[in-house]
């Protein structure tokens, strides 16, 4: 099973993805949400962002990560980092866009498909076509 942690700048945000994923996903796909500084401030805090990889792996064999922008990827590097070694491997940090790669990455994983094979549809959905007129 995969495991999904949704890192944000903003806590409502990583909130509100994992809202949508969750919904998408049946609630059967563990995701977690690692926003913001603390639930006002915005930035990225390490701490929340272990906890949440500490948790999703406490609960499926493969972890992925979607994070929103620069510094919420150093953080999540800065995270791994603090667990073992061993566990290091079962996280897989992904460039997928943040909400359209949660949403497909969540449908992904609950029908039971891999780490890689997850990551690599939530990739693909910033390709998905797009209707403006």
Do not use: Y
């Not at 940090?93 to 549809?121: D, R, W």
């Amino acid at each position: 099973m995969v495991a999904l942690v949704i890192v944000a700048h903003s806590a409502k945000l990583a909130e509100g993805v994992k809202e949508l994923a969750d919904q998408m996903a049946q609630g059967r796909v563990p995701i977690f949400a690692a926003g913001g500084l603390d639930a006002q401030t915005l930035g990225t805090n390490v701490e929340r962002i272990r906890e949440a990889l500490e948790a999703a792996l406490s609960q499926a064999d493969e972890v992925l990560v979607l994070m929103d922008l620069g510094s919420a990827v150093i953080g999540t590097q800065m995270a791994m980092e603090m667990l073992p070694p061993e566990v290091r491997p079962r996280i897989l940090l992904s460039q997928a866009p943040l909400v359209e790669g949660a949403i497909v990455a969540a449908v992904e994983a609950a029908i039971g498909k891999g780490a890689t094979e997850v990551e690599a549809s939530a990739v693909e959905a910033c390709r998905m076509p797009k209707v403006i007129r």
